[in-house]
């Protein structure tokens, strides 16, 4: 509580230390749709050493992020973990665990490489591209089915698209155009595991033009197309696609 807010849309990992006061405010009329892993502070400590030594003098305070970016292949990862233990009615447990571990190192890697790019900047200047770049978020976030523009989002934002553009490229790493589409993306998996829907109005509802469109976006962020998590969700096919996924 106190610090920067942070809209937690599916491009973004929130990490908590434990005993971590927060707050959380509701964004969307869709909800809040999140799954929460813990670790135990040992594990935390050795994943976090190769990029921060220094977690060894903290170990009640391992993070010193408050959040990191979710690349398509960790929130696939997350994903698989998650069908797994919903679906199969004797989870196997080594396989959730090696999972879940791997997506840590992965969440942890992203989070140091992207804050180690960030330019140095006065506080102030730093503090309204961050305002900048999450109200921008809050806004895909809310909107991410419709045909959004760059127009819109910098009048929404109170900026020029040139420089909104050139703020959001520098603090996520990310293209708007690409931040969207990885939004879409993440929110379609959770529609694809649940039976009833064709893959085509799923495609369409989220703002792709078409069936083709849609799965050829899915299987270059993902490695296999929608139909094949859409076949077997558990059980072998999910360990057949983890293996797109080496860490």
């Known amino acids: 509580m106190g610090k920067q807010p942070v809209v937690a849309d599916p491009n973004v990992v929130m990490l908590y230390n434990q ?3 927060y707050s959380r405010s509701k964004l969307s009329e869709r909800g809040d749709i999140c799954d929460w892993f813990s670790f135990h502070p040992k594990t935390l400590v050795q ?5 921060d030594p220094t977690v060894d003098e903290r170990w009640d305070n391992p993070f010193r992020f408050s959040h990191g970016p979710s690349d398509p292949e960790t929130y696939l990862l997350q994903r698989l973990a998650i069908q797994h233990v919903r679906h199969s009615k004797r989870p196997d447990t080594l396989f959730v665990e090696e999972t879940m571990l791997a997506v840590l190192e992965r969440v942890l890697r992203n989070t140091y490489h992207l804050n180690n790019k960030m330019p140095s900047k006065r506080p102030d200047t730093r503090q309204a591209h961050i305002e900048l770049v999450e109200a921008a978020k809050a806004y895909i976030a809310t909107r991410f089915d419709e045909p959004l523009t760059v127009d819109n989002i910098a009048e929404a934002t109170f900026s020029s698209p040139f420089h909104l553009c050139r703020i959001f490229r520098q603090q996520t790493g990310k293209t708007i155009h690409h931040y969207l589409n990885q939004v879409r993306l993440k929110a379609s998996l959770e529609y694809i595991a ?4 064709s893959l085509t109005d799923i495609g369409l509802a989220l703002g792709y033009t078409s069936h083709s469109h849609f799965t050829k976006a899915f299987r270059k962020a993902f490695g296999a197309p929608p139909s094949t998590l859409r076949a077997n969700p558990s059980g072998s096919q999910i360990r057949e696609m983890s293996k797109i996924l080496t860490v």
């Open 19 to 21: 005993g971590q006061v």
């Open 194 to 197: 649940e039976p009833g829907t």
């Open 47 to 51: 994943a976090t050493r190769p990029f």
